[in-house]
């Protein structure tokens, strides 16, 4: 028999994990929802659900995962077998192949812009001497066909790269690597950009509250958010916890995994709204997610001296989180073969990322010259973003709480959230609860609301 596999040290369990969580979700939609939605109210609503909601869906995959030791089908056949469970993990893994596919070409831009930003070109004028006009060139590089499938095609390679060195050599390592990087980069840029002389006014341009904005749809928004942030749902942190070994304290975990990617979401507020105040730009068009990064941090790094030095910096850390999430993504189709299929890794790797060419490619083509072809008023990529986190998300959180609320047994729940009864005094039994009773309810009104 080959040895388990494990997480080789605690270091790197939190840095797979939180690779996992923080990603373009933090980056590109937090800071946009916030300022767009109330800024400190929208962020209490935030809070409110990652507490209530997040942690204790967080709690009942890291418990199923660690409890069943195995990849996210295998979990519910092996605790309930001959029963139908398992289609949960199978729901899960449908749709982490799903948001692969488009997240991969998202990913390729972020990509795309830390190699434009390294040579200069990003900020060359396209033609004459003229100004450069960075919406025009977003434009022009997401729709020109080729490019952005190359950087996806990239991604993808890199991905290959490190799955194909397993979970500890592959996965671990490399996070141990790029995490702290990541929150090196983002710290000295939250000074550069606390440092710019309209800090204070960028600032409270972001948490400013206004209760005025809350309501059922941003509530909606703030919990769609909570759960897509914290990787939840698909059975990503089932598979990641099957690999902890059972020293982990499970709610310390947990608990640090949304804290940090809270402090990642909060940060990239601090590091985006102070620049972008202190250079005047405060139309709505220019602050939504995917402007604000691609366009608008360009825009204001082409007035900041050492102009290539910040936007080379600014999409590394991007890059690296997109990559980090990615992995985590991969990863549970590819415990699925190899556990269920007995494969070697190679074989595994190759048959969830091969697969993934030509969706990506379609994902890709469908921004650009394939855009006219759409399904229900949606392009191919807003389509499978829309399923996948509107309503794949939400349904597999739905039953994971079923499952781990009403039939996994009570016992078991509470020996894994406590070590075996060595911790004592945990929030054990309020965490039980929110998954039986709260969490399941809750989700269910929001993702009813989505549909409406
Ligand atoms: N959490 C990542 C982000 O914020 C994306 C992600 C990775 C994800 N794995 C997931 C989302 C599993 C939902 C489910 O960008």
Redesign the pocket.
């Known amino acids: 028999m080959k040895d388990p596999i494990r997480f080789n040290s605690k270091i790197g369990l939190i840095a797979a994990t939180v690779g ?7 980056v590109w939609r937090f800071p946009a929802e916030v300022q767009a939605n109330g800024g400190a109210a929208f962020l209490l609503i935030y809070l409110g659900c990652v507490i209530m909601l997040g942690i204790p869906v967080m709690l009942a995959e890291f418990s199923l995962g660690r409890a069943g030791r195995t990849d996210a089908v295998g979990v519910f056949q092996k605790l309930s077998p001959g029963k139908k469970w398992w289609l949960i993990g199978l729901l899960g893994i449908i749709a ?1 192949f799903t ?1 692969l596919s488009f ?1 991969m070409v998202v990913s390729g831009w972020t990509l795309e812009y830390l190699v434009e930003s390294l040579t200069g070109n990003l900020y060359r004028p396209d033609s004459g001497s003229g100004e450069v006009n960075f919406g025009e060139k977003m434009v022009g590089y997401v729709q020109s066909d080729s490019r952005p499938l190359l950087y996806t095609y990239i991604m993808i390679v890199l991905n290959v790269g490190i799955l194909l060195g397993g979970v500890r050599k592959g996965i671990e390592r490399i996070s141990n690597w790029l995490m702290p990087t990541l929150f090196v980069l983002l710290i000295v840029f939250c000074c550069v950009s606390l440092s710019m002389p309209d800090a204070g006014a960028g600032l409270k341009y972001f948490f400013k509250p206004d209760f005025t904005k809350i309501d059922a749809g941003v509530i909606v928004s703030a919990l769609g958010q909570a ?8 059975g ?1 942190l089932i598979t990641y916890a099957s690999y902890f070994p059972k020293e982990t304290r499970l709610v310390r975990t947990g608990v640090t995994v949304a804290v940090l990617d809270l402090f990642v979401a909060i940060l990239m507020g601090i590091i985006i709204f102070p620049v972008v105040t202190s250079f005047g730009i405060t139309d709505g068009e220019s602050l939504r997610g995917g402007t604000l990064v691609f366009v608008t941090m360009p825009e204001v790094f082409s007035h900041m001296s050492g102009t290539q030095l910040w936007s080379t910096l600014f999409f590394l850390s991007i890059t690296v989180a ?1 990559l980090t ?1 990615t992995l ?2 991969g990863q549970v189709s590819i415990a699925f073969l190899q556990d269920r299929f007995k494969m070697s890794r190679g074989k595994a790797v190759a048959l969830v990322l091969l697969p993934l060419i030509p969706l990506s490619t379609a994902c890709s083509l469908s921004q650009g010259s394939w855009n006219s072809f759409k399904l229900a008023g949606y392009n191919l990529f807003d389509l499978l973003d829309n399923v996948a986190t509107n309503y794949m ?1 939400p349904i597999g959180a739905i039953l994971l709480c079923i499952y781990a609320g009403w039939v996994f047994p009570k016992k078991t729940l509470t020996r894994e959230l406590t070590n075996d009864g060595e911790l004592k005094g945990t929030i054990a039994p309020a965490i039980r609860w929110c998954i039986k009773y709260a969490a399941p309810p809750l989700i269910f009104i929001i993702l009813i609301s989505k549909m409406l």
């Open positions: 996992s969580a923080v990603g373009l979700g933090n982490s948001i997240y759960f897509f942030s914290l990787s939840l749902g698909l990503v997109a999430s985590s993504l998300l």
